[in-house]
């Protein structure tokens, strides 16, 4: 229940630097992302796609319908990642998501309002546990569920700089959890280090991925709402135009016949 942050007193840091030090990072989170949405041209893409999608909508949506869409949005794709079909790998998405913004709002509390007091109400547990929400759900991603080494093979400890946003968040929460513990001045200057690679490196990490999903999500409910569907065709409706005896047909073949003996070899694990 001890805040962390009152140790730094020791290190010769103040409170005043501590909150220099947010001020900073979150100046370095907004230009990352929007370096990020220059260089990739998002928000462009998402204006000339919408644009171009509008000559092949069959219904004109009204606001409230966009509203609902945006609800809908909010309250599938973001606040519980439906779009994850794997248990595992959603359970473990949550676990981080959760514990990151747990983790992000108890440390602007503990340095904006408590300082370098030691007694900070349930702010020092909430700072722990999301952290521990983090480690349990990046760990487990990292060692386990990650695709390229479920799925392709390859051993957890292969980096490609794809890994910065996992490894930069890993370091962050763990180095800081293991230092609230100990106290130790390498572990605190490898948790700032971790920070200042995660918060700093949005342009050159998926940092930005956690703004653009949620205006993709909703891109995709108007584009299937007003009926331009990416302009493509409705290929789920396919199985409505079969009579019932084809469908049992289909159904009641085996799946190495009607696949392959491949499909038969090891168990599907991508996502």
């Known amino acids: 229940m001890s805040n962390p942050f009152a140790w730094l007193g020791a290190y010769g840091i103040t409170p005043g630097m501590m909150q220099a030090f947010v001020v900073v990072m979150v100046l370095a989170v907004v230009l990352g992302v929007i370096l990020d949405v ?16 509008k000559k092949f909508a069959t219904r004109q949506l009204s606001s409230s319908e966009k509203t609902g869409l945006l609800i809908q949005t909010i309250l599938s794709e973001v606040l519980t990642s ?45 700072w722990r546990l999301g952290a521990l929400m983090v480690m349990i759900g ?10 390229d080494v479920s799925s ?32 130790s001045a390498i572990l605190f200057f490898l948790f700032v280090l971790s920070a200042v690679v995660l918060f700093g490196g949005v342009y050159w990490s998926k940092f930005g991925h956690m703004f653009f999903k949620p205006a993709a999500a ?3 409910r108007v584009l299937m709402a007003d009926g331009s569907r990416e302009h493509l065709p409705p290929f789920y409706r396919r199985a409505e135009v079969l009579d019932q005896s084809t469908m049992d047909l289909v159904r009641d073949i085996p799946a190495d016949q009607k696949f392959g003996l491949c499909i038969m070899k090891d168990e599907p694990k991508h996502y």
């Open 152 to 183: 392709e093979g390859h051993p957890w400890y292969r980096i490609v700089r794809a890994d910065m946003f996992i490894l930069s968040l890993l370091g962050t929460t763990t180095f800081g959890f293991l230092w609230s513990i100990t106290n």
């Open 38 to 53: 220059m260089h990739k041209h998002s928000a462009q893409y998402f204006f000339e796609h919408t644009e171009r999608m």
């Open 82 to 126: 439906s779009e994850f079909h794997n248990p595992k790998r959603r359970i473990a998405h949550l676990l981080k998501m959760y514990g990151f913004v747990l983790f992000v709002l108890s440390t602007a509390v503990l340095i904006f309002f408590y300082g370098a007091s030691q007694t900070a109400g349930i702010w020092p547990l909430l």
């Open 138 to 147: 990046g760990w487990w991603f990292w060692l386990a569920l990650r695709v």
């Open 218 to 220: 909703y891109q995709k």
